[in-house]
């Protein structure tokens, strides 16, 4: 079946430093799959931060960037410079199309983010 | 944006009882989605849903559980009987269309004792 590896946490950066997170995805199912990074705030839910439906193009939100690259099957999240308020736990998502054509997403276990000030 | 609820937020029942999760998913949405993360795991899928019918459950959705969305109300998953390995937080999710974003809910912790 499909999985997803990131960088196990917890990770500790200190504040305008610059991070990279990464991720490295097997998709057996599909060729192309999407990739995500979904992002947990402290005391918040699951939330979307960027998203990639194609090999070889750049996300970015937030000062975040990923890029899915098919050849060394990886999507490794990168920011310049980190700020306090990016502490949260980041996680890599792999979606493909099941037998019936319905989504389901492949997570990784998730890499907790500490930014020192 | 847009919100998933989950109710209730937190819910312990004795092994062998019947537990149901609801989900109010986003408005308008037409996919909806269960994952289970056990403690110190990752978030694993579970069943997806649309249209009134699962279209794929994974191997850990047992033959004790169970999904539905009657009349458009709350998306629920039930549990029946539970099992002390069903211990875990539940998220549910749902989307649009296929291939598009998941809006995930904040999460039911179920304690089986």
């Known amino acids: 079946g499909d999985s997803v590896t990131q960088t196990e946490g917890p990770v500790t950066v200190s504040e305008s430093e610059s991070l990279i997170i990464n991720c490295t995805y097997s998709?057996?199912?599909?060729?192309?799959?999407?990739l995500f990074w979904y992002v947990r705030y402290p005391g918040e839910g699951l939330q979307l931060l960027l998203k990639?439906?194609?090999?070889?193009q750049k996300g970015s939100s937030r000062g975040f960037e990923a890029t899915y690259n098919k050849e060394t099957t990886s999507f490794h999240l990168q920011k310049a410079s980190v700020q306090e308020s990016d502490s949260a736990v980041y996680y890599c998502?792999?979606?493909?199309?099941?037998?019936?054509?319905?989504?389901?997403?492949?997570f990784g276990k998730g890499t907790q983010l500490i930014i020192q000030p | 944006g847009p919100k998933v609820l989950q109710i209730p937020s937190h819910q312990i029942i004795d092994m062998g009882q019947m537990v149901t999760l609801n989900c109010d998913p986003v408005?308008?949405?037409?996919?909806f989605y269960w994952y289970k993360q056990i403690l110190g795991q990752q978030m694993e899928f579970l069943v997806n849903?649309?249209?009134?019918?699962?279209?794929?459950k994974s191997k850990l959705f047992k033959d004790q559980f169970s999904v539905e969305r009657p009349d458009g109300s709350y998306f629920t998953l039930k549990i029946q009987p539970t099992a002390l390995e069903d211990s875990a937080v539940y998220f549910c999710?749902?989307?649009?269309?296929?291939?598009?974003?998941?809006?995930f809910g904040p999460g039911t912790r179920l304690t089986v004792l």
């Open positions: 999710a749902s989307s649009p269309r296929v291939r598009a974003e998941q809006f």
């Open positions: 998709a057996t199912s599909i060729a192309y799959p999407n």
């Open positions: 990639v439906i194609t090999a070889g």
């Open positions: 998502a792999l979606g493909d199309l099941g037998t019936e054509g319905a989504d389901r997403l492949t």
């Open positions: 408005s308008n949405h037409l996919y």
């Open positions: 849903f649309y249209n009134g019918k699962v279209m794929e």
